[in-house]
């Protein structure tokens, strides 16, 4: 069944990671950056407000799903917003 449906596969996993994106984003403000409203979801990322990203990703390598972490941790969520990726 997974050999000959891989399109399909591939599909749906797009648009479950696109779901999950939207929501996490909503959590943070909405789905939008912060600084220039840009709307394009495919320009839109995580930022971290205090600067610290690439340390906490070093820290945290193994962990499976970062919009999951995002929605979960409510302390975490106050230290992040949205941005596009030309602000």
Do not use: M
Request: hydrophobic residues 25%; charged residues 35%; positive net charge.
């Amino acid at each position: 069944y997974l050999s000959e449906n891989t399109e399909q596969r591939k599909k749906y996993h797009r648009q479950y990671r696109q779901k999950k994106k939207i929501e996490t984003f909503n959590l943070l403000g909405g789905c939008f950056c912060a600084e220039c409203g840009c709307k394009i979801l495919d320009l839109l990322e995580i930022n971290h407000i205090y600067g610290g990203g690439n340390k906490y990703f070093e820290k945290n390598k193994r962990e499976p799903d970062w919009y999951t972490k995002v929605r979960k941790d409510e302390e975490l969520r106050k230290q992040l917003n949205v941005l596009c990726k030309i602000c």
